[in-house]
């Protein structure tokens, strides 16, 4: 099991070890997950030629899911006009994938400029998590210690099935942008 580091959060430093206990080095996530060089648990969601879509490498919440431009930018203030759409259209649509296969009924979505690589929470809002850490913004960081001190094989497997029911979903909606 791995412990809680908050130092060692793929964000904070050039490595990590994935809920499946795969380590990777890379220099930064965010372009090593565009570039294929870090695969994310389950694979990726989707993908276009601006953004990707996967589960979050290191906490395995089932629901929590990050958007990240392939471009290394750091604020949605840098955004073309064709990525801020796609970014805005795929955060909706993640949301409302969620929903319709019924693993959530809300987030919170949280981006930071002080990340080195844009990318987009979309943070599942569970009532058992809500009932022990409370609501908002302020409790993610409590959830996140909670789940990576306690990964469960169960929670890893509810993460990686959500993985495959959601890239089922989007290549519904690909498919339904190309008609």
Same mark, same amino acid.
């Given at each position: 099991? &791995?412990?809680?580091?908050?130092? $060692?959060?793929?964000?904070?430093?050039?490595?990590?070890?994935?809920?499946?206990?795969? +380590?990777?080095?890379?220099?930064?996530?965010?372009?090593?997950?565009?570039?294929?060089?870090?695969?994310?648990?389950?694979?990726?969601?989707?993908?276009? +030629?601006? /953004?990707?879509?996967?589960?979050?490498?290191? *906490?395995?919440? $089932?629901?929590?899911?990050?958007?990240?431009?392939?471009?290394? *930018? &750091?604020?949605?203030? @840098?955004?073309?006009?064709?990525?801020?759409?796609?970014?805005?259209?795929?955060?909706?649509?993640?949301?409302?994938?969620?929903?319709?296969?019924? *693993?959530?009924?809300?987030?919170? /979505?949280?981006? @930071? =400029?002080?990340? &080195?690589?844009?990318?987009?929470?979309?943070?599942?809002?569970?009532?058992?998590?809500?009932?022990?850490?409370?609501?908002?913004?302020?409790?993610?960081?409590?959830?996140?210690?909670?789940?990576?001190? $306690? *990964?469960?094989?169960?929670?890893?497997?509810?993460?990686?099935?959500?993985?495959? +029911?959601?890239? =089922?979903?989007?290549?519904?909606?690909?498919?339904?942008? &190309?008609?």
């Amino acid at each position: 099991m &791995n412990t809680f580091n908050e130092e $060692n959060l793929a964000g904070n430093s050039k490595e990590a070890i994935d809920i499946l206990g795969r +380590k990777w080095k890379y220099d930064c996530m965010s372009c090593a997950i565009a570039k294929g060089e870090l695969e994310l648990p389950g694979g990726l969601i989707f993908e276009d +030629k601006y /953004i990707t879509i996967g589960a979050d490498v290191e *906490i395995p919440l $089932n629901g929590f899911i990050i958007i990240a431009t392939k471009r290394h *930018i &750091n604020s949605i203030s @840098e955004l073309t006009d064709d990525e801020r759409y796609d970014l805005i259209d795929y955060i909706a649509e993640v949301i409302k994938a969620l929903k319709d296969l019924n *693993i959530i009924e809300k987030v919170t /979505i949280v981006q @930071e =400029e002080r990340a &080195n690589h844009l990318h987009v929470w979309i943070f599942p809002c569970h009532k058992e998590y809500e009932e022990k850490f409370g609501k908002g913004v302020g409790s993610i960081k409590d959830i996140c210690k909670h789940i990576k001190d $306690n *990964i469960t094989d169960e929670e890893i497997q509810k993460c990686l099935e959500t993985v495959t +029911k959601l890239k =089922e979903y989007f290549m519904e909606v690909k498919d339904g942008r &190309n008609k």
